[in-house]
């Protein structure tokens, strides 16, 4: 029928799966995935986390063979999380030449190599009160953590971490972390800055799998508080000029306009965390049959990628790196 009304025909380029994929904008690749994992303190343990079906804390006993999965599927980073034994004040085993961190860097370092392996710098899963840094008057004290986080990160990059992504939200910590790296030796190692962290409800579950939940009170007077856009830009800014090599926004899906921010501000790699919370939301809907599992993690991080990440840490990252084989 003749178009005398003068409208656009925009289902013109929708009209079939070959057309849409010739004009399709954003490409969700398993390059752009960082696949988190905890490693637990012990033998022969492999627990799931409840609140997050899928995700285990493994032993290290049992990483190699997940490591060995993760790098089969094509996915070439993961990001890896301590949970210790001991806990003490200051976090010591953070920063131990033989700490659970540091013990896994090594082993996976040794076993598969072809991994890339990020470090997530915090004290939070090793400190008794569960804060980011050390604690004097019932606030954490920013200076004094700096140094403790600063000989952390040295000590992850001594075992062979690859990449440093420090998470704590003390100020100063990607030039206090940078100095200490450079002092060390380690100029070529890059700093991936969780710039932008909020103070969130959706890292509930992370807190039970890493058992670092705050024994008093919260993480607001150094986590963001999720009303803001304008001080994530400030956040971003002072990492960038304090040496930061990628910019992590956190949590994403809520956060899109200030990952779009993020990447419309700054030229370095943009990073999306798909956190826990996001994590068990889809997997509690998935589980009771009410969404379509695949379909919706694959729009979701689509959607990440189409407000500017470059890179999404996932704990879907397997199951993504499987549906894009299919
Ligand atoms: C450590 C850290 C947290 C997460 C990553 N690093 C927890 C927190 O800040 O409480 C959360 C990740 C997630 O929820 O998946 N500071």
């Known amino acids: ?52 079906p899928g995700v285990f804390q493994l032993s290290l006993d049992n990483i190699v063979d997940e490591m060995k999965e993760v790098r089969d599927l094509g996915i070439p980073s993961v990001i890896v999380f301590g949970v210790p034994d001991d806990k003490d004040e200051k976090g010591t085993g953070a920063f ?15 076993e598969v190599p072809e991994l890339l392996i990020i470090a997530d710098t915090c004290l939070c899963e090793f400190t008794s009160h ?13 200076d004094e953590s700096l ?20 998470s704590n939200m003390m100020d100063g910590f990607v030039i206090a972390i940078r100095s200490a790296l450079d002092k060390a030796g380690y100029t070529n190692i890059p700093i991936m800055s969780y710039a932008v962290k ?3 409800a959706f890292y509930g579950p992370f807190r039970e799998a890493a058992d670092s939940t705050p024994q008093f009170g919260d993480r607001k007077t150094y986590q963001m508080d999720p009303a803001n856009r304008l001080e994530a830009i400030r956040e971003a800014k002072s990492d960038i000029e304090e040496g930061a090599d990628f910019l992590i926004v956190k949590p994403a899906l809520s956060y899109l306009d200030v990952v779009r921010e993020i990447r419309d501000n700054f030229h370095a790699p943009v990073v999306a965390y798909n956190v826990s919370g996001e994590y068990a939301m889809v ?7 009410w969404i379509d599992e695949k379909a919706l993690v694959m729009e979701k991080l689509t959607s990440m990628k189409r407000a500017g990440a470059d890179l999404i840490i996932t704990y879907f990252a397997k199951d993504v790196a499987i549906w894009l084989s299919e």
Do not use: W
């Open 1 to 52: 029928m003749a178009n005398h009304l003068n409208f656009k025909r925009h289902r013109r380029l929708r009209s079939s799966a070959t057309m849409r994929s010739m004009v399709r904008e954003t490409h969700l690749r398993k390059e752009d995935l960082i696949y988190p994992f905890f490693v637990i303190e012990g033998e022969g343990i492999r627990n799931e986390v409840s609140s997050m």
């Open 96 to 110: 131990v030449h033989d700490g659970i961190v540091q013990q896994a860097i090594r082993l996976i370092k040794q």
């Open 130 to 142: 569960g804060h980011c840094g050390v604690v004097h008057n019932g606030d954490v004290e920013n």
């Open 147 to 166: 140094t403790l986080l600063a000989k952390t990160a040295v000590s992850q990059v001594e075992a062979g971490a690859d990449i440093i992504a420090p």
């Open 198 to 200: 909020y103070s969130s």
């Open 283 to 289: 997997k509690a809907a998935a589980q009771n049959g």
